[in-house]
Nanobody, 119 residues
Framework: VQLVESGGGTVQAGGSLRLSCRAS????????VGWFRQAPGEEREGIAA???????RYATSVKGRFILSKDNANNTVYLQMNSLKPEDTAMYYC???????????????WGQGTQVTVS
């Protein structure tokens, strides 16, 4: 499974960004998908995950501001980020796994990451 993220950048506080993640390889629609982020010197923070039934969970820190969605036809996962805050600054990683019991930060596959900076 290969995951390639895009859409990161620099935005002012209060702004929005949409991250995309294109999956390829032996990626199946029943896989769980999600996003985690990591800021320098900080631990990974799981922020959103979708299970094989389409149920979505969000971290408290992003609930109501971020929206996770999935386009099965194009094997693409999105993270719409609204009302961004400086504390959202981090490297964002798309992740996937066939084992939906694991925490999103422990999923088996992840991409190279895309940087989000909120000033």
């Amino acid at each position: 499974v290969q995951l390639v993220e895009s859409g990161g950048g620099t935005v002012q506080a209060g702004g929005s960004l949409r991250l995309s993640c294109r999956a390829s390889g032996r990626f199946y629609r029943r896989y769980c998908v999600g996003w985690f982020r990591q800021a320098p010197g900080e631990e990974r923070e799981g922020i959103a995950a979708m299970d094989s039934n389409g149920k979505i969970r969000y971290a408290t820190s992003v609930k109501g501001r971020f929206i996770l969605s999935k386009d099965n036809a194009n094997n693409t996962v999105y993270l719409q980020m609204n009302s961004l805050k400086p504390e959202d600054t981090a490297m964002y990683y798309c992740t996937a796994d066939q084992n939906c019991v694991r925490a999103v930060t422990d999923f088996a596959y992840w991409g190279q990451g895309t940087q989000v900076t909120v000033s």
